[in-house]
Nanobody, 117 residues
Framework: QVQLVESGGGSVQAGGSLRLSCAAS????????MGWYRQGPGKQRELVAG???????NYVDSVKGRFTVYRDNAKSTVYLEMNSLKPEDTAVYYC???????????WGQGTQVTVSS
């Protein structure tokens, strides 16, 4: 049983910053990739940022230049640094980790990020 524990969410005014973290624990195999998704009010869940264990990253266009995803492989932890936050960034942010051997997918329960104008 694997558990993903998210932290760092909260409320911030536009232009502010937050850093989210997600740590995996339990009987986990080798991590293939980590990422962050979000679901805003009335919207579908979307990929925000992803990173492979080797460090390759990708971002949704709307956050490029503002968000940075990075990881600590030894701690099985992924972070999302969010700068220059905008009200449209308001959403529930979910951590996702995928593994090799066997292939599995794990989700965090989500953390609320609210950006006020």
């Amino acid at each position: 049983q694997v558990q993903l524990v998210e932290s760092g969410g909260g409320s911030v005014q536009a232009g502010g910053s937050l850093r989210l973290s997600c740590a995996a624990s339990g009987n986990i195999s080798s991590i293939r990739a980590m990422g962050w998704y979000r679901q805003g009010p009335g919207k579908q869940r979307e990929l925000v940022a992803g990173i492979s264990v080797g460090g390759n990253t990708n971002y949704v266009d709307s956050v490029k230049g503002r968000f940075t995803v990075y990881r600590d492989n030894a701690k099985s932890t992924v972070y999302l640094e969010m700068n220059s936050l905008k009200p449209e960034d308001t959403a529930v942010y979910y951590c996702k980790i995928t593994t090799w051997n066997p292939f599995n997918t794990y989700w965090g329960q989500g953390t609320q990020v609210t950006v006020s104008s």
